[in-house]
């Protein structure tokens, strides 16, 4: 599978996605990724697709592994790859945001004529590319931060209310105190 042309397409194209969270920072299986997108410009089902073919495959090369069909090669697969959660919601990003697939395509081709065609398809890529490398940067820089500071938010807000809580107990005490 390392030595087909698909491997070989994907690797060549693998560098332009490293800003997006799944290119040349991958382990030597991260191509799929690269492979995966491209294939999703066809159809956006053949992502997926493309996912349980090369797993199946890669399933097959791996005997020691006791893997069952399916979802258990997949998951090793992308497990395999080194790719991280901000790199796979980029990933998702990425597929649902750039050019969709070739019928639409050729439809909105068809519908908006051929000079404004070009500035649409330019517009796919560049706005799903910006996108998913802002998806990638704030999930993997930020998100640590982003989770702390939602948990002191969380601590100071249940700290809040406890005291609001006991102080209006505190007030009913006394009221009934001072009313015996």
């Known amino acids: 599978m ?35 997108a491209i294939t999703g410009l066809i159809a956006k089902e053949n992502v997926i697709a493309t996912f349980g073919s090369l797993a199946l495959c890669l399933g097959a090369m791996l005997s020691d592994a006791q ?8 998951v090793y697969l992308i497990s395999a790859t080194g790719i991280t959660v ?46 998913s490398a802002i998806v990638y940067t704030v999930g993997e820089f930020v998100w640590p931060i982003a989770i702390w500071i939602a ?9 809040v209310l406890y005291n609001r809580y006991m102080t209006k107990k505190e007030k009913e005490k006394r009221l009934l105190a001072a009313r015996k």
């Open 67 to 74: 893997l069952e069909e399916g979802v258990d090669q997949v």
């Open 151 to 159: 948990l002191i938010a969380l601590a100071t807000m249940g700290i």
């Open 86 to 131: 901000s790199g796979l919601i980029s990933f998702i990003a990425f597929n649902m945001l750039t050019i969709p697939c070739f019928a639409a395509v050729a439809a909105a081709k068809g519908e908006i004529g051929r000079e404004k065609f070009k500035w649409t398809l330019l517009f796919w890529v560049v706005s799903s590319y910006l996108v």
């Open 2 to 36: 390392e030595n087909s042309i698909l491997a070989s397409v994907g690797k060549f194209l693998q560098p332009i996605f490293t800003p997006l969270g799944f290119g040349s920072q991958l382990t030597s299986v991260g191509w799929v990724f690269a492979v995966a």
